[in-house]
Nanobody, 122 residues
Framework: QVQLVESGGGLVQPGGSLRLSCAASGRIFSINSMGWYRQAPGKERELVAT???????TYADSVKGRFTISRDNANNTVYLQMNSLKPDDTAVYYC????????????????WGQGTQVTVSS
């Protein structure tokens, strides 16, 4: 079984910064893509950023230039550096990873963390 655990959320003022982390543990042979999603109250979960195994990144237009996604392959960890935070960034942030469990596994599977709350307010 694979587990993803997010941390780093909290309450910040507009214009502030937070750094989220997500560590994967369990039966892991390799990790392909990793990403961050968020869900605000009353809204659907949306993609924030992704990072591929070759470190290629994508970002939602709403966070481009403010957020940076990175990964530490040796520690199976993905980060999201969030700068210039806005009230609209308030949401529960979830990490996601596509993981192959063993060398003999035929498929890779997507896993989700439990989420960490980010609140941007004066």
């Amino acid at each position: 079984q694979v587990q993803l655990v997010e941390s780093g959320g909290g309450l910040v003022q507009p214009g502030g910064s937070l750094r989220l982390s997500c560590a994967a543990s369990g039966r892991i042979f390799s990790i392909n893509s990793m990403g961050w999603y968020r869900q605000a109250p009353g809204k659907e979960r949306e993609l924030v950023a992704t990072i591929a195994s070759d470190s290629t990144t994508t970002y939602a237009d709403s966070v481009k230039g403010r957020f940076t996604i990175s990964r530490d392959n040796a520690n199976n960890t993905v980060y999201l550096q969030m700068n210039s935070l806005k009230p609209d960034d308030t949401a529960v942030y979830y990490c996601n990873a596509k993981i192959k469990g063993s060398r003999s596994s035929y498929y890779s599977y997507y896993y989700w963390g439990q989420g960490t709350q980010v609140t941007v307010s004066s």
